[in-house]
């Protein structure tokens, strides 16, 4: 499995973006997938994640309302909209990919991708 995110950028607070991940080398709704996060000097923390068919999410709760996780199975892809974005969402944005479920845990995840930096200015 390969997963290649991308989107990232500098946004000003209250601005939107929309992450992509593409997923290849197996069937992907066979796979569970995740979106991760690491703001520079703090761990890695959950953002939110989609079940197989996209019938399931779940998301942390300081993005729950301002994001949302989708997929397009015909294209492969996995996508992190966001919106209202503060500050405190600058990170680098992982994809990752689960043949076990989905979830917040990142144990879940076998697969993750290279990251893409999003930076939210003041």
């Known amino acids: 499995v390969q997963l290649q995110a991308s989107g990232g950028g500098l946004v000003q607070a209250g601005d939107s973006l929309t992450l992509s991940c593409v997923f290849s080398?197996?069937?992907?709704?066979?796979?569970?997938m995740g979106w991760f996060r690491q703001a520079p000097g703090k761990e890695r923390e959950s953002v939110g994640a989609i079940s197989w068919l996209g019938g399931g999410t779940y998301y942390q709760s300081s993005v729950k309302g301002r994001f949302t996780i989708v997929r397009d199975t015909a294209k492969n892809t996995v996508y992190l909209q966001m919106n209202s974005m503060k500050p405190e969402d600058t990170a680098v944005y992982y994809c990752?990919?689960?043949?076990?479920?989905?979830?917040?845990?990142?144990?879940?995840?076998?697969?993750w991708g290279q990251g893409t930096l999003v930076t939210v200015s003041s």
């Open positions: 080398g197996a069937t992907f709704s066979n796979y569970g």
């Open positions: 990752a990919a689960s043949s076990r479920g989905y979830g917040l845990d990142a144990d879940l995840y076998e697969f």
